[in-house]
Protein backbone atom coordinates (compact mmCIF):
# COMPACT_ATOMS: atom_id res chain seq x y z
CA UNK A 1 0.00 0.00 0.00
CA UNK A 2 2.71 2.55 0.85
CA UNK A 3 4.27 1.78 -2.21
CA UNK A 4 1.02 2.55 -4.18
CA UNK A 5 1.40 5.48 -2.41
CA UNK A 6 4.65 6.61 -3.19
CA UNK A 7 4.60 5.88 -7.11
CA UNK A 8 1.26 8.14 -7.06
CA UNK A 9 2.86 10.81 -5.38
CA UNK A 10 6.24 10.23 -7.36
CA UNK A 11 7.55 12.62 -10.57
CA UNK A 12 6.51 9.63 -13.11
CA UNK A 13 2.98 9.74 -11.92
CA UNK A 14 2.71 13.45 -12.39
CA UNK A 15 4.07 13.33 -15.77
CA UNK A 16 1.19 10.66 -16.23
CA UNK A 17 -1.46 12.39 -14.75
CA UNK A 18 -0.16 15.11 -17.28
CA UNK A 19 -0.52 12.69 -20.35
CA UNK A 20 -4.01 11.50 -18.95
CA UNK A 21 -5.51 14.93 -19.02
CA UNK A 22 -4.13 15.69 -22.67
CA UNK A 23 -5.68 12.15 -23.55
CA UNK A 24 -8.75 12.87 -22.05
CA UNK A 25 -9.16 16.43 -23.60
CA UNK A 26 -7.87 15.50 -26.98
CA UNK A 27 -10.08 12.42 -27.27
CA UNK A 28 -14.01 14.43 -26.72
CA UNK A 29 -12.40 17.05 -29.47
CA UNK A 30 -11.31 14.01 -32.04
CA UNK A 31 -15.05 12.38 -31.12
CA UNK A 32 -16.62 15.48 -31.81
CA UNK A 33 -14.95 16.40 -34.90
CA UNK A 34 -15.76 13.04 -36.21
CA UNK A 35 -19.61 13.10 -35.94
CA UNK A 36 -19.27 16.69 -36.76
CA UNK A 37 -19.99 16.51 -40.49
CA UNK A 38 -22.82 13.88 -40.30
CA UNK A 39 -24.68 16.24 -37.68
CA UNK A 40 -24.24 18.66 -40.15
CA UNK A 41 -25.29 16.78 -43.27
CA UNK A 42 -27.99 14.91 -41.48
CA UNK A 43 -29.65 17.82 -39.80
CA UNK A 44 -31.50 19.74 -42.66
CA UNK A 45 -32.05 15.97 -44.13
CA UNK A 46 -33.92 14.23 -41.53
CA UNK A 47 -37.53 14.68 -40.24
CA UNK A 48 -36.99 16.23 -36.84
CA UNK A 49 -38.64 13.02 -34.85
CA UNK A 50 -36.08 10.64 -36.91
CA UNK A 51 -33.22 13.38 -36.19
CA UNK A 52 -33.75 13.73 -33.17
CA UNK A 53 -33.51 9.69 -32.48
CA UNK A 54 -30.47 9.81 -34.30
CA UNK A 55 -28.83 12.67 -32.46
CA UNK A 56 -29.43 11.41 -29.24
CA UNK A 57 -28.34 7.65 -29.57
CA UNK A 58 -25.02 9.19 -31.49
CA UNK A 59 -24.39 11.16 -28.90
CA UNK A 60 -25.05 8.97 -25.91
CA UNK A 61 -23.05 6.17 -27.47
CA UNK A 62 -19.69 8.36 -28.32
CA UNK A 63 -20.11 9.72 -24.82
CA UNK A 64 -20.04 6.58 -23.51
CA UNK A 65 -17.19 5.47 -25.78
CA UNK A 66 -15.69 8.68 -24.25
CA UNK A 67 -15.98 7.63 -20.75
CA UNK A 68 -14.57 4.37 -21.40
CA UNK A 69 -11.24 5.74 -22.90
CA UNK A 70 -10.91 8.01 -19.64
CA UNK A 71 -11.61 4.40 -17.78
CA UNK A 72 -8.78 2.14 -19.57
CA UNK A 73 -6.36 5.01 -20.35
CA UNK A 74 -6.66 7.85 -17.96
CA UNK A 75 -7.33 6.04 -14.51
CA UNK A 76 -10.98 7.21 -14.02
CA UNK A 77 -13.11 5.49 -12.23
CA UNK A 78 -17.03 5.72 -12.97
CA UNK A 79 -19.99 4.32 -11.29
CA UNK A 80 -23.33 5.14 -13.37
CA UNK A 81 -25.61 1.76 -13.01
CA UNK A 82 -28.00 3.78 -11.25
CA UNK A 83 -28.47 5.74 -13.92
CA UNK A 84 -29.88 3.05 -16.47
CA UNK A 85 -32.39 2.73 -14.08
CA UNK A 86 -34.12 5.68 -15.96
CA UNK A 87 -34.35 4.19 -19.20
CA UNK A 88 -37.57 2.96 -19.43
CA UNK A 89 -39.26 5.64 -16.48
CA UNK A 90 -41.28 7.73 -19.21
CA UNK A 91 -41.15 11.49 -19.14
CA UNK A 92 -38.88 13.10 -16.48
CA UNK A 93 -37.46 15.94 -15.66
CA UNK A 94 -33.54 15.64 -14.12
CA UNK A 95 -32.68 17.01 -11.90
CA UNK A 96 -28.71 17.07 -11.01
CA UNK A 97 -25.91 19.03 -9.24
CA UNK A 98 -23.33 19.83 -11.03
CA UNK A 99 -19.79 19.77 -10.01
CA UNK A 100 -17.90 19.59 -12.91
CA UNK A 101 -17.71 19.95 -16.62
CA UNK A 102 -17.64 16.43 -17.28
CA UNK A 103 -21.62 16.13 -15.70
CA UNK A 104 -23.61 16.44 -18.70
CA UNK A 105 -21.53 13.43 -20.38
CA UNK A 106 -21.97 11.34 -17.30
CA UNK A 107 -25.50 11.83 -17.24
CA UNK A 108 -26.11 11.33 -21.20
CA UNK A 109 -23.96 8.66 -21.60
CA UNK A 110 -26.14 6.43 -19.97
CA UNK A 111 -30.06 7.64 -21.36
CA UNK A 112 -30.81 7.54 -24.80
CA UNK A 113 -33.65 9.73 -25.17
CA UNK A 114 -32.75 12.91 -22.61
CA UNK A 115 -32.86 16.43 -23.63
CA UNK A 116 -30.33 18.48 -22.22
CA UNK A 117 -31.09 22.42 -21.57
CA UNK A 118 -27.26 24.14 -23.28
CA UNK A 119 -26.04 27.73 -22.94
CA UNK A 120 -26.76 29.56 -25.96
CA UNK A 121 -22.77 29.60 -26.16
CA UNK A 122 -22.08 26.13 -26.34
CA UNK A 123 -25.19 25.65 -29.17
CA UNK A 124 -22.99 27.89 -30.83
CA UNK A 125 -19.58 26.00 -30.68
CA UNK A 126 -18.43 24.72 -33.58
CA UNK A 127 -17.42 21.22 -31.24
CA UNK A 128 -20.76 20.64 -30.11
CA UNK A 129 -23.57 22.67 -31.99
CA UNK A 130 -24.52 21.34 -34.85
CA UNK A 131 -24.34 17.56 -33.01
CA UNK A 132 -27.02 19.48 -30.47
CA UNK A 133 -29.08 20.84 -33.06
CA UNK A 134 -29.82 17.48 -34.86
CA UNK A 135 -30.46 16.12 -31.16
CA UNK A 136 -33.22 18.86 -30.53
CA UNK A 137 -31.26 19.75 -27.46
CA UNK A 138 -32.54 22.88 -25.76
CA UNK A 139 -31.04 26.48 -26.07
CA UNK A 140 -31.03 28.35 -23.37
CA UNK A 141 -32.31 31.83 -24.33
CA UNK A 142 -34.56 32.94 -21.33
CA UNK A 143 -36.68 31.07 -19.42
CA UNK A 144 -40.19 30.79 -21.35
CA UNK A 145 -38.67 29.54 -24.28
CA UNK A 146 -36.97 26.81 -22.34
CA UNK A 147 -40.16 25.63 -20.50
CA UNK A 148 -41.81 25.32 -23.78
CA UNK A 149 -39.70 23.60 -25.80
CA UNK A 150 -39.04 21.35 -22.68
CA UNK A 151 -42.71 21.00 -22.33
CA UNK A 152 -42.79 19.76 -25.99
CA UNK A 153 -40.12 17.59 -25.31
CA UNK A 154 -41.59 15.69 -22.25
CA UNK A 155 -45.17 15.23 -23.77
CA UNK A 156 -43.36 13.57 -26.94
CA UNK A 157 -41.97 10.83 -24.08
CA UNK A 158 -38.15 12.73 -23.49
CA UNK A 159 -36.46 13.06 -20.33
CA UNK A 160 -35.62 16.77 -19.38
CA UNK A 161 -31.74 17.04 -18.02
CA UNK A 162 -31.10 20.82 -16.28
CA UNK A 163 -28.76 21.89 -13.92
CA UNK A 164 -30.86 24.05 -11.30
CA UNK A 165 -27.81 25.73 -9.97
CA UNK A 166 -27.31 27.28 -13.86
CA UNK A 167 -23.73 26.84 -13.73
CA UNK A 168 -20.87 25.18 -12.38
CA UNK A 169 -21.04 24.61 -8.13
CA UNK A 170 -18.71 27.49 -7.00
CA UNK A 171 -20.61 28.16 -3.08
CA UNK A 172 -20.48 23.88 -2.02
CA UNK A 173 -22.59 22.21 -1.66
CA UNK A 174 -24.54 23.72 -3.74
CA UNK A 175 -25.77 27.44 -5.45
CA UNK A 176 -28.55 28.82 -5.02
CA UNK A 177 -31.23 27.37 -7.36
CA UNK A 178 -33.16 28.56 -10.20
CA UNK A 179 -37.12 28.39 -10.59
CA UNK A 180 -36.92 27.27 -14.07
CA UNK A 181 -36.44 23.32 -13.57
CA UNK A 182 -40.26 24.34 -11.10
CA UNK A 183 -41.38 25.90 -13.36
CA UNK A 184 -41.12 23.45 -16.70
CA UNK A 185 -42.07 20.75 -14.55
CA UNK A 186 -45.20 22.64 -12.87
CA UNK A 187 -46.13 23.33 -16.83
CA UNK A 188 -45.36 19.88 -18.24
CA UNK A 189 -46.43 17.82 -15.51
CA UNK A 190 -43.40 15.87 -14.99
CA UNK A 191 -42.15 14.52 -11.76
CA UNK A 192 -38.88 15.46 -11.26
CA UNK A 193 -36.02 12.88 -10.16
CA UNK A 194 -33.19 14.12 -8.71
CA UNK A 195 -29.38 12.84 -9.41
CA UNK A 196 -26.50 13.07 -6.99
CA UNK A 197 -23.06 13.71 -8.34
CA UNK A 198 -19.85 12.76 -6.32
CA UNK A 199 -16.59 13.08 -7.31
CA UNK A 200 -13.25 12.33 -5.34
CA UNK A 201 -11.80 15.73 -6.72
CA UNK A 202 -13.33 19.24 -7.41
CA UNK A 203 -11.66 18.20 -11.54
CA UNK A 204 -12.77 20.57 -13.74
CA UNK A 205 -14.97 22.57 -11.52
CA UNK A 206 -15.25 26.31 -11.44
CA UNK A 207 -12.04 26.66 -9.89
CA UNK A 208 -10.16 24.25 -11.80
CA UNK A 209 -8.72 25.33 -14.69
CA UNK A 210 -9.02 23.47 -18.18
CA UNK A 211 -4.88 22.22 -17.89
CA UNK A 212 -4.26 22.04 -14.52
CA UNK A 213 -3.85 18.07 -14.33
CA UNK A 214 -5.91 15.77 -12.25
CA UNK A 215 -5.02 14.19 -8.98
CA UNK A 216 -5.78 10.38 -10.48
CA UNK A 217 -7.19 8.04 -10.14
CA UNK A 218 -10.64 10.04 -9.94
CA UNK A 219 -13.53 8.21 -8.82
CA UNK A 220 -16.73 9.25 -10.09
CA UNK A 221 -20.16 8.28 -8.78
CA UNK A 222 -24.00 8.67 -9.79
CA UNK A 223 -26.69 7.96 -7.47
CA UNK A 224 -30.71 8.72 -7.72
CA UNK A 225 -31.95 10.38 -5.09
CA UNK A 226 -35.23 11.49 -4.21
CA UNK A 227 -38.28 11.66 -6.98
CA UNK A 228 -40.40 14.34 -6.74
CA UNK A 229 -43.93 14.94 -7.03
CA UNK A 230 -45.71 17.24 -10.01
CA UNK A 231 -44.67 20.74 -8.14
CA UNK A 232 -48.11 22.66 -7.74
CA UNK A 233 -46.32 25.64 -6.09
CA UNK A 234 -42.84 26.12 -8.03
CA UNK A 235 -41.28 28.31 -5.61
CA UNK A 236 -42.32 26.29 -2.68
CA UNK A 237 -41.14 23.11 -4.73
CA UNK A 238 -37.48 25.26 -5.49
CA UNK A 239 -36.65 25.24 -1.71
CA UNK A 240 -38.02 21.95 -0.98
CA UNK A 241 -35.24 20.73 -3.79
CA UNK A 242 -32.37 22.98 -2.61
CA UNK A 243 -32.91 22.08 1.26
CA UNK A 244 -32.93 18.36 -0.33
CA UNK A 245 -29.56 19.04 -2.34
CA UNK A 246 -27.73 20.66 0.42
CA UNK A 247 -28.53 17.46 2.74
CA UNK A 248 -27.29 14.82 0.44
CA UNK A 249 -24.34 16.62 -1.36
CA UNK A 250 -20.81 15.36 0.26
CA UNK A 251 -18.53 18.17 -1.55
CA UNK A 252 -15.37 16.72 -3.66
CA UNK A 253 -12.03 16.92 -1.50
CA UNK A 254 -9.37 19.43 -2.71
CA UNK A 255 -6.34 17.90 -3.63
CA UNK A 256 -3.47 18.23 -1.69
CA UNK A 257 -0.97 19.03 -4.61
CA UNK A 258 -0.80 22.05 -5.80
CA UNK A 259 -0.03 22.28 -9.56
Same mark, same amino acid.
Given at each position: ????????????????????????????????? !????? !?????????????????????????????????????????????????????????????????????????????????????????????????????????????????????????????????????????????????? !???????????????????????????????????????????????????????????????????????????
Amino acid at each position: MNDHRRLRSGPLWALYERVAMHIGLGSLAALCL !AWLPF !AMLLHPLLPAPLGQRVGRRAIMLGFRFYLRILSTLCACRFDLSELDGLRDKGPLVIAANHPSLLDAVLIISRLPNVICVMKASLMDNLLFGSAARLARYIRNDGVMQIVGQSRDGLQAGGQVLIFPEGTRTTAFPINPLTLTLGMI !ASRARAPVQTVILEFSTPYLGKAWPLFRRPELPLHVRARLGRRFDIPTDFTAFTQELDAYFRREIVPPTEPAQDD
